[in-house]
């Protein structure tokens, strides 16, 4: 009897190739889990990027990191917030201290709640339901009929307040530098700030 005539040569053979097999199975799953790993792990570094930010906080803090803070902010208060017709900004909100701590985290929820890995339709019914609107009612309280003449200096609000919706990026520098620079004493509102926001004022109140 040939080696090739023997049954066990071709049980073995049979054995070798259900190893083979199971070995580019193995292989297989090998390059799945790493796929995975890698994902998760970047998901963890967003995350992390993702601390949550309290403008409050950033006072004497790096200018750049206020610049950033507000620029976003900015871009997504005329992206998103103020689509709803409920929402309203005065002229002056950058100088109110409070109102951006609000539209900061409001911005923060926003995100988390539209994240492609962690968002969730509970996340965003929430932040429609109870987040916006707790917002938009307490800006009313905290600026009221507030508006960036009140802040110059023979104002009677020549103090912490806010500014205008869709501000440039000077106007964002200008106080993002003045924040953490001297937190206590707020910027004094140059004339060309202080003339733009008429008609702004104006038209929010017709």
Request: aromatic content about 6%; proline content about 7%; charged content about 25%.
């Amino acid at each position: 009897m040939s080696p090739t005539d023997d049954p066990r040569w071709a049980a073995l053979g049979r054995q070798v190739e259900r190893t083979g097999t199971r070995l580019g199975e193995l292989d297989e799953l090998v390059r799945s889990l790493a796929a995975d790993v890698t994902t998760l792990a970047a998901r963890q570094k967003a995350r992390e990027d993702e601390v949550p930010i309290s403008w409050l906080a950033l006072a004497g803090g790096t200018t750049e990191a206020a610049r950033a803070v507000l620029r976003d902010l900015a871009t997504w208060l005329g992206d998103v917030y103020l689509r709803y017709s409920d929402a309203q900004l005065p002229s002056c909100w950058l100088w109110h201290p409070d109102v951006v701590e609000e539209l900061v985290w409001l911005h923060g929820c926003h995100r988390a709640a539209y994240d492609a890995d962690e968002g969730s339709w509970q996340r965003v019914a929430d932040w429609h339901d109870r987040h916006r609107p707790g917002v938009v009612k307490r800006l009313k309280s905290l600026a009221g009929d507030c508006e960036l003449s009140r802040h110059a200096p023979d104002g009677d609000r020549a103090s912490p307040g806010r500014a205008v919706p869709v501000a440039t990026s000077p106007d964002l520098d200008h106080t993002a530098d003045a924040w953490t620079t001297n937190p206590d004493t707020p910027p004094e509102p140059t004339q060309e700030q202080l003339t733009r926001p008429a008609t702004h004022n104006s038209a929010r109140r017709h």
